[in-house]
């Protein structure tokens, strides 16, 4: 409802077919290769579709959602390969990539001595990108370290949208 009695309705009435597929191979003992594939949704949040300005405590912008934003459809892919040298160690590699359909996206608008927000769908996305992770018991620095592991994994993605 609106602060003036009135109301703002979304239309969010959607049916989506989300299929899935994974697929996990044993190379040897200690090797997998994995990949998959899925159909996704990300829904906007109310605070997107609402048409009620607000001023944002941090940052002191006016924020104003938007009740014509649509959900976004999202493709996902991904490969994998993993080594498990160790009980609890491992070592992977893998790529992804996902194409997004309307995507939402946070706009910034220059109107006036206020800066204000709100969102709108994009025409699309696409994201792809590599991840390496890595973990490692720490027991062979030195006995009292055994219960210890360190884990990293680094991410390197390339995103590009389109709008309107």
Known sequence: ALSNGGRALANL??????????????VSEKQNLRFSASRTVARPEYRELSPVSYLEI???QV???????VRTLVENY???W?????????????????RFENPIERIDLAQGDVPQVTWANARSAVNVGVE?????QLGFLHGALEPFSAF???TLMRSQVRLN
């Open 78 to 80: 991904d490969a994998r």
């Open 63 to 69: 924020t104003k959602g938007n009740p014509n934003l």
């Open 82 to 98: 993993e080594l498990f040298p160790n009980s609890g160690e491992i070592l992977s590699i893998g790529v992804f990539a996902k």
């Open 13 to 26: 009435d959607n049916l989506d077919v989300l299929p899935s597929l994974a697929l996990n191979m044993a």
């Open 132 to 136: 390496l992770e890595a973990r490692k």
């Open 58 to 60: 941090i940052g002191g």
């Open 152 to 154: 990293t994994n680094v």
